[in-house]
């Protein structure tokens, strides 16, 4: 059995993005990491170069500013990345998502059970959505709670975006691959970055969806859904969060949106019936 992690990346360095320690946190279990390194504004091409590890393999690519359209250069660069691996299991690791050390082993050990299931094309883990900082989280159904993040090579699939994959039967329609989910987490620390970093995260990247950049402040969220984290972070990302061991508080007088108030229903409908009711893209088995 051979696993090749993928990812593509641009800008890490001034968007904030952890994206060396992300590499790093999966890169004992992987036996080659592609990376797609777009061409960037600071240093990102060379921080990923100084890891100096032989199963790091680069590729270096022009972003087409023209495609603008739902995101769709995400998912082109995400399978150019992935188009580049020979392994058995592609695992995608974007550059702001993190792996904890004691998970790794039972990750590679579900990799090796399913490898040979016909039934099982994927592999979704649990989602940490870290806001504010990063001793607090957010718990609604209007972030997603769990995603495919590691898919077999022999299916053929393709990312409309860079979120998730659809998987081809036909040539006409794509479906959300069959996914087994594993009792593991993904550390997502995209909204612990500095709100600087963050907005200008936003300006750049708007423009990819037909988007009109609006300003992020973080003190405008439902306080309701923020909980507070108690875990363990990950090693490799210690010395990267901010040390801030307390809960995140909302401006008071915020406000929830319609949907908001949508997602605060929905959450007391999980409750009474004991289900859940937050999006997957993929089909659970």
Known sequence: MKISAFTFIKNGQILGYPFIESINSVLPIVDEFVINVGNSEDNTLELIQSINNPKIRIIQ???????????????????????????????????????????????????????????????????????????????????????????KSSIRSYAPDGLFWLVLETNKKGRYPNAKLIDAFCYHYGWVRSEEQMNLKSAKVNKYWKGTYKKIDYSQMDQTIIKPFSGTHPKIIQSWIPNEKKLFVADPNYKPTTKQKKHRLMLKIESFFKIELSKRHYKKI
């Open 61 to 151: 690519s022009n972003w087409n500013e023209k495609m603008v359209e739902k995101g769709y250069i995400y998912g082109q660069q995400k399978m150019i990345a992935q188009f580049n691996c020979t392994g058995d299991w592609l695992f995608y690791v974007e550059g702001d998502e993190i792996y904890h050390e004691n998970d790794l082993d039972y990750i590679y050990s579900q990799m090796e059970k399913y490898n040979d299931d016909l039934n099982i094309e994927a592999l979704a883990v649990k989602f940490i959505h870290f806001y504010g900082n990063a001793y607090s989280y957010l718990q609604s159904p209007g972030w997603y709670r769990s995603e495919a993040r590691i898919i």
